[in-house]
Nanobody
Framework: VQLQASGGGLVQAGGSLRLSCAAS????????MNWFRQAPGKEREFVSVITWRGDNTYYADSVKGRFTISRDSAKNTVYLQMNSLKPEDTAVYYC?????????WGQGTQVTVSS
């Protein structure tokens, strides 16, 4: 599966962005879809996941209540709605498809939140 993330940008603290990750190749609907992020000088960290059926979602504590993950199987796309953004949310955001113990990564999209 090939993944293309988009939607990053520069936003002020308190603002919102919506990231998109378009999938192509293998059957998108069979994969759990994840968002990770990596801030400068830090390790990549988990942000959120949505199960392949779209019936369960999980979030890192740091984004819970502010971010919402969703998927549109008809469009082969997963979204990350990010509200009430904070400067500490600044990072490169990556989408990743997961199945049978393997992650498939897309390229990242930069999110910068100014204070």
């Amino acid at each position: 599966v090939q993944l293309q993330a988009s939607g990053g940008g520069l936003v002020q603290a308190g603002g919102s962005l919506r990231l998109s990750c378009a999938a192509s190749g293998r059957t998108f609907s069979n994969y759990n879809m994840n968002w990770f992020r990596q801030a400068p000088g830090k390790e990549r960290e988990f942000v959120s996941v949505i199960t392949w059926r779209g019936d369960n979602t999980y979030y890192a504590d740091s984004v819970k209540g502010r971010f919402t993950i969703s998927r549109d199987s008809a469009k082969n796309t997963v979204y990350l709605q990010m509200n009430s953004l904070k400067p500490e949310d600044t990072a490169v955001y990556y989408c990743a498809a997961y199945k049978d113990g393997s992650y498939y990564w897309g390229q990242g999209t930069q999110v910068t939140v100014s204070s």
